[in-house]
């Protein structure tokens, strides 16, 4: 059976019934994360079946945890194989080492890479060891490897309180592309946890652009918590502006937000429709 098949008719925000976003509001953050590992696990799957390959774009941070155990719990217990999978990760920091404690490279290993069967060279993460002069080649050849493997079928995204995707932050047009960028203050304050002091956050990371990322031909945003239910609430209801890159997702044609009771606390009744 399909994803599409199995996911109850989500709602269609009113209006922007031109546009494919559509929210769900779910029982809490399992829940969400299942659904999306379910999705990605039949898509895969679908891919194999076609003899193709399926291309992931995949996020760090605490919010898609979940959906990475789950895929590593179908990979062990369902046999779910990622052989014909080929990933682009959304960000790293800049500069970083692939070794460092917050390296988005380690995060992947940890709570994905080193738990199943994906080819490694089908694993691609901006890297953080470049020198500064080759990275606006270095992104330029991220995006043209994205669309030489025809594209992100699906990308799974978060959603920082600053509004930004990836590391779009706000000032972030609808057309960028990979490139360099300064991170915001409030996104480094949430990374003071991670790096033990605002002295050790770096002030730059590589990341994909609005654009690279709403090139993908599905999309599903995760956001779970009270923390994220006024970005969540103006992403989603608000005018799309650059102020906050997530509001440009309101174009896509097929973009799913998955919300907890939390996050979905700012949004008016109508634009989630039931609870999933
Ligand atoms: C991470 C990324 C970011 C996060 C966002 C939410 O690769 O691109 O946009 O998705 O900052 O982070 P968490 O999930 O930690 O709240």
Do not use: W
Not at 47 to 65: D, K, W, Y
Not at 196 to 210: D, F, R, W
């Amino acid at each position: 059976m399909s994803s599409t098949l199995e996911s109850p008719a989500p709602f269609n925000h009113p209006s922007k019934h031109t546009s494919g976003l559509s929210v769900l509001r779910l029982a809490d953050a399992g829940e969400a994360s299942k659904r999306v590992a379910r999705e990605i696990g039949s898509l895969i799957r679908h891919r194999a079946a076609e003899h193709r390959n399926c291309v992931l774009g995949l996020a760090t941070g605490s919010t898609p945890i979940r959906v990475y155990r789950e895929l590593v719990r179908m990979h062990r217990e369902e046999g779910l194989s990622f052989h014909n999978v080929v990933t682009f990760n959304l960000d790293e920091y800049f500069p970083i080492k692939p070794d460092a404690a917050q390296s988005y490279v380690r995060f992947m290993n940890e709570h994905l890479f080193d738990h199943i069967d994906i080819v490694r060279a089908n694993v691609h993460i901006p890297k953080g060891t470049i020198e500064l002069e080759a990275v606006p080649g270095y992104c330029r050849d991220y995006d043209e490897l994205i669309a030489s493997t025809g594209g992100i079928d699906l990308q799974l995204l978060g959603i920082g309180r600053t509004g930004h995707i990836g590391f779009n932050e706000p000032g972030a047009t609808k057309d960028t592309r990979t490139r360099l960028v300064k991170l915001d203050n409030l996104t480094r304050l949430d990374a003071v946890k991670d790096f033990g002091g605002m002295e050790h956050v770096p002030l730059l990371a590589i990341t994909m652009g609005v654009d690279s990322i709403l090139q993908s031909r599905r999309i599903r945003l995760l956001a779970f918590g009270e923390h994220k239910a006024d970005i969540v609430q103006r992403a989603i209801e608000g005018r799309m502006t650059s102020t906050i890159p997530a509001s440009f997702l309101q174009t896509h044609r097929d973009v799913q937000y998955l919300l907890d009771d939390a996050a979905a606390e700012c949004l008016s009744q109508s634009t989630y429709g039931e609870t999933v």
